[in-house]
C-alpha cells in the first residue's frame, strides 16, 4: 500500500491523493489550487489505471480540478455522498464559467459526463469498489461536520488494514450540522492540519460578537461586507443572524433591526442555501429543533436575495452612494473573485464600512491582505485605499481547530500506525504533527512540508 499526495501536501488547497494497493488505485478528491498554491491545471499523472474518485465534498478546492481529470481520459466510478452529489454540478458549473469563460452548453456536455460517472452512496455504509474480478477496498463514507454532504472516507483493504481520508473536519457544537465522530479504526490516518496551529473562539461566542458587530455597525452606519463561501460558510451566517433577531433582541432593538437588510447577494449562495433546506435530514439537532418550533433559520422575512447582475451593481452604487446600513453576504470567502470585489472597490475606503473575514484566507489572496492589515489593495486595476473596519471571526471556520483535530485522533480506540499530515501550511502541519508526537497518538507522523526529526519519516 502506497499514498501519493499530488495535492494538498504543503498547502490548504488543491486536494488530491491516490491509493495504491496491490489490487488497484483509488484517487481521493481532485481539487483546484488558490492563491499563491495557484498551480497548471493539467494533470501530471496517468489516470487511466485509477478504478475510482471518492470525493469528500463539493468545495471547489476538492473538486475543482475534475474537468481536467476527464479530459486527461479518466472514465471509473465517482463516488460520493447524495448531497455531494447535488452540489458537484452546481459549484463545477459555476467555475467553469467564470475560470473558462465557457458557454452554457460546453458546461453542460462536461457535467453530463461526470453526472454519468457519479454513484452517489448513502453515509454509514459499505461499498466494494473492483478491479476486474479483485476487490480493491471496501468504502464508507462517515459524517465530517465540514459542509452539506461532507464526509471523511473510510478505506478497508482486502488485507483487513483501514486507510482513512479526512477530507476537511468541521468544528464541534455548530448547530446547523453534526458532530464528526471517530473512525473506529485507522491504520493510517490522512488528515487535515488548516487550523493544526489556533483554537477558534467558541460556537457560543460567535453570535454574540457578530451582533456587538452589527450594533456598532448601526450607531455608525455604513455596510457590513461579509466575504462567504457559498457552501456551508453563508448558511452558518444565515443562521445566527435568524437566530439574533429571533431570540436575542429586546423590543426597542427589534424596531431598529428591522430597518436593516439582509442581503444575500451571491445567486450560487442561494442554490446552495435550497439545497441545505432540502437536505434537513443531514441537519444537527439545534437546527431541527428550530424547524419544529416553526421557524426558518435559513429562508427568514429579512432576509433578500440578489440575483440579477443588473440589480447586484445597483444595490452596490446605492450603498456607495448613500452610506446606509445594510449587511451583505457575497462571494467569494477569500475576496479573489465574485461579487464581493465590487462592494470591496466601493465601499474599502470607506470609514464608515466593516468586513467581516468569517473563513480561512489563504495566502495570496485579496483577503488575506485585508487580514494582515493592507492600507491600499488592488481591485480591478484599481488602487483602492482601505479605510474600512477589518475585522475576523474564527467562529464560523467550517474546519476544525487544533484542539477538535486531536480529539478527533484520540477518539481512535487504537492509535494508528501512521499520521500523515496534509491540507495546511508549513506552520500549521508542524505545529499539529508536534501535538501528535507529544501526547504518543500515533507510532509515525509524515508531513508533506518536510520530514522532521525523531519519528516523523518522509
Request: net charge negative; hydrophobic share 40%.
Amino acid at each position: 500500500m502506497h499514498i501519493t499526495h499530488y495535492g494538498a501536501k504543503t498547502g490548504v488547497t488543491g486536494s488530491c491523493h491516490q491509493l495504491t494497493t496491490e489490487n488497484g488505485k483509488l484517487l481521493i478528491d481532485c481539487g483546484l489550487f488558490q492563491g499563491e498554491e495557484v498551480c497548471p491545471l493539467d494533470i501530471e499523472f496517468d489516470v487511466h489505471d485509477i478504478d475510482t474518485l471518492i470525493l469528500t465534498h463539493a468545495h471547489i478546492d476538492h473538486i475543482g480540478r475534475l474537468p481536467w481529470l476527464l479530459a486527461a481520459g479518466f472514465q471509473a466510478p465517482i463516488y460520493c455522498t447524495l448531497a455531494t452529489a447535488k452540489l458537484v454540478p452546481m459549484m463545477l458549473d459555476d467555475a467553469l464559467r467564470l475560470q473558462l469563460g465557457l458557454k452554457r452548453k460546453d458546461r453542460q456536455r462536461v457535467l453530463k459526463l461526470i453526472e454519468s460517472l457519479t454513484v452517489p452512496v448513502n453515509y454509514h455504509t459499505w461499498h466494494t469498489v473492483s478491479h476486474q474480478r479483485s476487490v480493491v477496498a471496501d468504502i464508507r463514507f462517515q459524517p465530517a461536520g465540514h459542509i452539506l454532504g461532507s464526509a471523511y472516507v473510510e478505506v478497508k483493504l482486502p488485507t483487513k488494514e483501514v486507510i482513512v481520508f479526512s477530507g476537511d473536519l468541521g468544528p464541534n457544537n455548530t448547530p446547523l450540522l453534526p458532530d464528526p465522530e471517530p473512525p473506529a479504526r485507522a491504520d493510517v490516518l490522512v488528515i487535515e492540519s488548516t487550523y493544526g496551529d489556533g483554537v477558534h473562539e467558541s460556537i457560543e461566542h460567535r453570535a454574540q460578537r457578530l451582533k456587538t458587530l452589527i450594533k456598532r455597525s448601526l450607531e455608525d452606519g455604513g455596510v457590513i461586507l461579509i466575504p462567504a463561501f457559498s457552501v456551508g460558510r453563508t448558511q452558518e451566517l444565515l443562521f445566527d443572524i435568524e437566530a439574533i433577531i429571533a431570540t436575542q433582541l429586546n423590543d426597542l432593538e427589534r424596531r431598529e433591526w428591522s430597518k436593516i437588510p439582509i442581503i444575500l447577494d451571491s445567486p450560487m449562495a442561494a442554490k446552495v442555501t435550497d439545497h441545505y433546506r432540502e437536505f434537513k435530514a443531514l441537519w444537527g439537532e439545534e437546527a431541527k429543533t428550530r424547524l419544529e418550533a416553526g421557524r426558518h433559520p435559513l429562508a427568514f422575512e429579512q432576509c433578500v436575495t440578489i440575483d440579477s447582475h443588473g440589480d447586484h451593481q445597483a444595490l452596490v452604487n446605492r450603498l456607495q452612494q448613500t452610506g446606509e446600513p445594510a449587511i451583505v453576504v457575497a462571494a467569494s470567502g477569500m475576496c479573489n473573485g465574485g461579487r464581493i470585489l465590487n462592494y470591496l472597490e466601493a465601499l474599502l475606503p470607506d470609514a464608515r464600512t466593516d468586513v467581516i473575514l468569517a473563513g480561512y484566507q489563504a495566502k495570496g489572496t485579496l483577503g488575506r491582505k485585508l487580514q494582515k492589515g493592507a492600507k491600499r489593495v488592488e481591485i480591478g486595476n484599481q488602487n483602492i485605499k482601505v479605510s474600512a473596519h477589518i475585522h475576523t471571526m474564527s467562529g464560523y471556520s467550517a474546519h476544525a481547530d487544533k484542539n477538535e483535530l486531536l480529539q478527533f485522533i484520540e477518539g481512535i480506540p487504537t492509535k494508528p500506525k501512521e499520521i500523515r499530515i496534509v491540507h495546511g501550511d508549513k506552520e500549521a502541519q508542524e505545529a499539529l504533527a508536534g501535538e501528535i508526537e507529544q501526547r504518543g497518538l500515533a507510532e509515525r507522523v509524515v508531513m508533506g512540508v518536510r520530514a522532521g526529526p525523531g519519528k516523523r519519516r518522509p
